[in-house]
Structure formats: structure tokens, C-alpha cells
């Protein structure tokens, strides 16, 4: 059982082969494995910092640095500033509505 503080977690991942949710923590070099009842649901309703991007990927909103309009690239601050996620066009709507962006 790992305890984390909501301002730690950058994001979660979910494996289509394995059809598991992970987290990536600030302070970690590997994810840690969810149990297998989790949902995307379940994990936004953990906090309102949590955004889905796209199907297999929810972003704490905190690390969110630039979004480029035209390829819906998400790019993070540190020290995440070498990942590089990619919004679905879905995920996309409801991300701009969620910062208020025109």
C-alpha cells in the first residue's frame, strides 16, 4: 500500500494488455500498479486536480506547462518535462472548458 498526497501523483496510465490503471509519482522512478477495480472514474473523483487527456491517460492539472493547439500535445512541467502526452479530440473539448480557455 503506497499513501500519496494528491500534489505528488502526475498521472495515471492504463495498460490495455493489462487492463490496469498505474500511477507515476513525483518522488518515484516506476509506476505503481492499481488494483484491478479502479476506474477512470474512481480516480476523478479523487480530486479535481485530476483531468482525463485521453482514454488511457489522466493528468494532475498542477504539472500541465503548455498545451499546443493544432497537434493537442501536452507538455509538463518539472520534473516531468520530458513527457509528452497527446489530448484525444474528446478529452480535448473538456480540457479547454475545464481551464476556460477560449
Known sequence: ????????????NYSAD???WSATLRESDKEIRLIKQTSSKNILA?????VQI??????????LYF?????MKCLFK????DYA????????????????IL
Open 54 to 63: 485521453n482514454p488511457n491517460n489522466i493528468i494532475n492539472i498542477d504539472y
Open 85 to 100: 502526452l497527446t489530448a484525444s479530440r474528446r478529452c480535448y473539448s473538456k480540457l479547454k472548458s475545464e481551464l476556460d
Open 78 to 81: 518539472a520534473p516531468f518535462q
Open 18 to 20: 493489462t487492463h490496469y
Open 1 to 12: 500500500m503506497v499513501l500519496a498526497n494528491v500534489d505528488d501523483i502526475f498521472c495515471f
Open 67 to 71: 498545451i499546443e493547439s493544432s497537434t
Open 46 to 50: 479523487i480530486s479535481e486536480k485530476f
